[in-house]
C-alpha cells in the first residue's frame, strides 16, 4: 500500500465555518506534512508531524490547526478561515531521514466564501 | 537564501518529441534532489537524486544531476499526450525536514 488517502476531496465553507481535512497512510511512515497550493503555484509547507509531534511550523496562522493523533492519521483543523485561504491542501507522507522521499496525497480542494 | 530555479516555465510540444526539463538550485546544504510529476492533484514521485553523474531511468523518463554545476535534467523521449503534467523539481537540504520545490514546468504534449 503506498497511498496517501485524503479525504474529503472538495470542501466548500464560510468563514465561520468549522471543518477538518483529514489524511492517513499506512506505509508504516513516521513524518507527516501538510502542504498548500494555490493554482499555478508550487506547494507551500505548512507543519511537519515527527514521530507524531510537531517538527515545524511555517508560522501558520492559527485558524489552521494541526493534529496527528497516532502514527498513521494527519488532521488539519480548520476554524474562521478567510477566502484568500481557497487552495489545495495536500498532505504527504516519508520516512524520517535520509531517503525521506514524500509521497502525495490527491488532496483537498478548499474553497472559502 | 536557498533557491530552486526552474527552466522553462511552460512547454509546448507535439507527441514523439523528446524534451528536455532543467534545475537549478542554490542551496546551503543538499542531501538530495527530486523530481515529481503533477497532473491534477496528487504530486507523484519520480527520481530521486543524489549522487553526480549517475542517470536514473524509468521507460521513457530519465534524469540526472550534477553536483558541481548544481543542476539537474529531467529528459522523456517519445512524449505522449498523458505526459502533459507540471514536472517539480525539489531539493531536500537534509538539516531542516523541508524541501524547497521549484515554480514548476508545465508541460503540454500534443496529438
Known amino acids: 500500500d503506498t497511498e496517501v488517502t485524503q479525504t474529503p476531496k472538495h470542501l466548500v465553507m464560510g468563514m465561520t465555518n468549522k471543518k477538518s481535512l483529514k489524511c492517513e497512510q499506512h506505509m508504516g511512515h513516521r513524518a507527516m506534512y501538510w502542504y498548500k497550493q494555490k493554482a499555478k503555484k508550487p506547494p507551500e509547507l505548512m507543519f511537519v508531524y515527527s514521530y507524531e509531534k510537531l517538527s515545524i511550523n511555517e508560522s501558520v496562522p492559527s485558524r489552521f490547526s494541526p493534529e496527528c493523533p497516532n502514527s498513521s492519521l494527519l488532521n488539519l483543523h480548520l476554524h474562521a478561515l478567510q477566502p484568500e485561504d481557497s487552495a489545495l491542501y495536500l498532505c504527504?507522507?516519508?520516512?524520517?531521514?535520509?531517503?525521506?522521499?514524500?509521497?502525495f496525497g490527491s488532496g483537498t480542494q478548499l474553497s472559502v466564501l | 537564501e536557498d533557491k530552486v530555479v526552474q527552466s522553462p516555465l511552460s512547454l509546448v510540444v507535439h507527441e514523439g518529441d523528446t524534451v528536455t526539463l532543467n534545475c537549478s538550485y542554490e542551496?546551503?546544504?543538499?542531501?538530495?534532489l527530486l523530481w515529481y510529476k503533477q497532473e491534477k492533484k496528487a504530486p507523484t514521485f519520480l527520481f530521486m537524486l543524489t549522487s553526480s553523474g549517475i542517470e536514473k531511468k524509468s521507460g521513457r523518463l530519465s534524469s540526472i544531476l550534477d553536483k558541481k554545476e548544481l543542476f539537474s535534467i529531467l529528459n522523456i523521449t517519445a512524449t505522449q499526450t498523458g505526459d502533459s503534467a507540471v514536472y517539480l523539481c525539489a531539493v531536500d537540504p537534509g538539516n531542516t525536514g523541508k524541501l524547497i520545490f521549484g515554480q514548476g514546468t508545465t508541460l503540454q504534449v500534443k496529438p
Open positions: 504527504a507522507s516519508s520516512q524520517v531521514g535520509p531517503k525521506g522521499k514524500l509521497f
Open positions: 542551496v546551503t546544504n543538499f542531501r538530495s
